[in-house]
């Protein structure tokens, strides 16, 4: 009964924009199985909450992969200005790979349905998320080198 409380006084405080306390305490696929769609106004969403968002599945919430990479980088940021190194940061990274394997394969069917204009190639979804995986996330780097080696992708 605790934990029902706990998610209750979350809930509340959501509502006035802390955000923490819900996305380090329950996971998105917790509050998606209780059906509670948490409302967050993404401007008030500080690093801290956005690293635990990523952790804790947060990014399914967003449509978007602008926000989801931008969520992301915030999130990354906090986590090496506080040089993070538990379970949570093992979960944000493969949320991240997660995010980056999905904006590839669509990518990939973008590409061989149409051709893109120079505009899109250069500000793409694909291209941004490249930059963040080579800059932002260096833990991650072999992992790419190692899925673009596997599907004969540019490296």
């Known amino acids: 009964m605790s ?8 809930l509340i405080r959501v509502q006035f924009g802390d955000y923490l306390p819900l996305v380090q ?28 968002m990523v952790a804790q599945g ?35 990274l493969e949320a991240v790979w997660q995010a980056y394997v ?13 051709s893109q204009s120079s505009i899109t190639r250069h500000g793409s979804q694909e291209s941004i998320w490249e930059q963040l995986m080579r800059d932002g996330v260096p833990e991650l780097k072999q992992k790419v080198s190692q899925y673009k080696a596997r599907y004969g992708l540019d490296d």
């Open 58 to 92: 947060y990014l399914d919430h967003w449509n978007s992969s602008y926000q989801k990479e931008s969520l992301v980088r915030k999130g990354n940021l906090y986590r090496q200005e506080h040089r993070v190194v538990d379970e949570v940061e093992d979960d944000f």
């Open 102 to 114: 999905q904006v590839k394969e669509a990518a990939q069917s973008q590409d061989s349905s149409a």
């Open 25 to 52: 305490s329950f996971s998105y696929p917790e509050l998606e199985t209780l059906e509670i769609e948490p409302h967050f106004n993404f401007s008030e969403i500080s690093d801290e909450a956005a690293f635990y």
């Open 3 to 10: 934990q029902t409380h706990d998610l209750k006084k979350a």
